[in-house]
């Protein structure tokens, strides 16, 4: 995993948050934009393993990342905009699935401890989490 360019600037946050959790108002933009990290992950790069606790999620900015569970198969596939990781961040479990990196995926990420500040100033954020996990399990469940 590669660190690119340090801190991002508002823009790129709000290019790879366009309808991600974090909301659409820059001045949650720029809240994140102050506590993320840009990475990027060459071609069949592990960005989580199935079983091992995540200590960050992902705002996917480029590229694609498949979700795969233990077995082998392919559950879901997250792409530019879309964020991944973050049951792990919110339970303190361990990721249900991996993630691996298809080509290269570009990622901001945001450490656990830095989400859950943003969730003590900015409720709603936490809110529109749920809404995205609420999505993802309607989706597993149809």
Do not use: K, W
């Not at 690119?4 to 001045?27: C, K, M």
């Not at 993320?36 to 590229?63: R, S």
Request: proline share 4%; charged share 30%.
């Amino acid at each position: 995993m590669a660190l690119r360019g340090g801190r991002p600037s508002a823009d790129e946050v709000i290019t790879g948050a366009n309808s991600g959790p974090v909301g659409e108002r820059t001045a949650d933009l720029e809240r994140v934009a102050e506590i993320v990290q840009e990475h990027t992950h060459p071609d069949g790069d592990i960005i989580g393993a199935e079983g091992e606790l995540g200590e960050e999620m992902h705002i996917l900015l480029d590229g694609t990342v498949r979700v795969v569970r233990g077995d082998g198969e392919t559950i879901a596939r997250r792409g530019a905009g879309e964020v991944v990781g973050e049951m792990s961040v919110i339970t303190r479990a361990p990721h249900v699935a991996t993630l691996i990196a298809e080509g290269d995926v570009r990622t901001l990420h945001i450490g656990y401890r830095e989400f859950e500040a943003m969730v003590h100033e900015r409720p709603d954020i936490a809110l529109a989490v749920m809404r995205v996990l609420a999505e993802r399990l309607r989706a597993m469940t149809t």
